[in-house]
T-cell receptor
Framework: GDSVTQMEGPVTLSEEAFLTINCTYT??????LFWYVQYPGEGLQLLLK?????DKGSNKGFEATYRKETTSFHLEKGSVQVSDSAVYFC???????????FGTGTKLQVIP | NAGVTQTPKFRVLKTGQSMTLLCAQD?????MYWYRQDPGMGLRLIHY???????AKGEVPDGYNVSRLKKQNFLLGLESAAPSQTSVYFC????????????FGSGTQLSVL
């Protein structure tokens, strides 16, 4: 079945540092890929998405590129802020199983 | 703009008790979902609905029942709570197909003692 593997956290960075959160997937067909973010005490919200190979999703300074050859969708940001502290979930939708599969989440803590 | 609203936010149950979690959305979305979030396991789909009057099982449906009598509401029931159902429960909705953007509520923290 479909699966998503994320790097384990927590990840602790200083403000203005470069961020990478790794995500790899296994899926049937050609899935759509997502990054969701969960701020403390809130539900998840969509951060960005990509629907086909080589697409780059971007939002709020974050970006991720759909790499079919490496089955990856790594999340990056050039300069993190304290307000980026949250849990980040990689997810995929594969039409074969008609469901969204989530990774286990990576907690990011940014310190001033 | 309320979006997806879950009630209650917190609940403590004793083993064997029953309860219902309510999810309401005001976006006229067709699809609604119940997930549970457990440490180290990400989000797992319990049940979902593709429209008023319809429900379907997700990955982990055992011990839960759902109903969607009105388009805007999706209820999750626990008939006889067990400690294994201690979790954070999230409701979500989407406008079109299952793979579209999900809108989440803020969650219900449930503890079963």
């Amino acid at each position: 079945g479909d699966s998503v593997t994320q790097m384990e956290g927590p990840v602790t960075l200083s403000e203005e540092a470069f961020l990478t959160i790794n995500c790899t997937y296994t899926a049937t067909g050609y899935p759509s890929l997502f990054w969701y973010v969960q701020y403390p005490g809130e539900g998840l919200q969509l951060l960005l998405k990509a629907t086909k190979a080589d697409d780059k999703g971007s939002n709020k300074g974050f970006e991720a590129t759909y790499r079919k050859e490496t089955t990856s969708f790594h999340l990056e940001k050039g300069s993190v802020q304290v307000s980026d502290s949250a849990v980040y979930f990689c997810a995929l939708f594969s039409g074969g199983y008609q469901k969204v599969t989530f990774g286990t989440g990576t907690k990011l803590q940014v310190i001033p | 703009n309320a979006g997806v609203t879950q009630t209650p936010k917190f609940r403590v149950l004793k083993t064997g008790q029953s309860m219902t979690l309510l999810c309401a959305q005001d976006m006229n979305h067709e699809y609604m979902y119940w997930y549970r979030q457990d440490p180290g396991m990400g989000l797992r789909l319990i049940h979902y609905s593709v429209g008023e009057g319809t429900t379907a099982k997700g990955e982990v449906p055992d011990g839960y029942n759902v109903s969607r009598l009105k388009k805007q509401n999706f209820l999750l029931g626990l008939e006889s709570a067990a400690p294994s159902q201690t979790s954070v429960y999230f409701c979500a909705s989407s406008f079109g197909a299952i793979g579209e953007k999900l809108f989440f509520g803020s969650g219900t923290q449930l503890s079963v003692l």
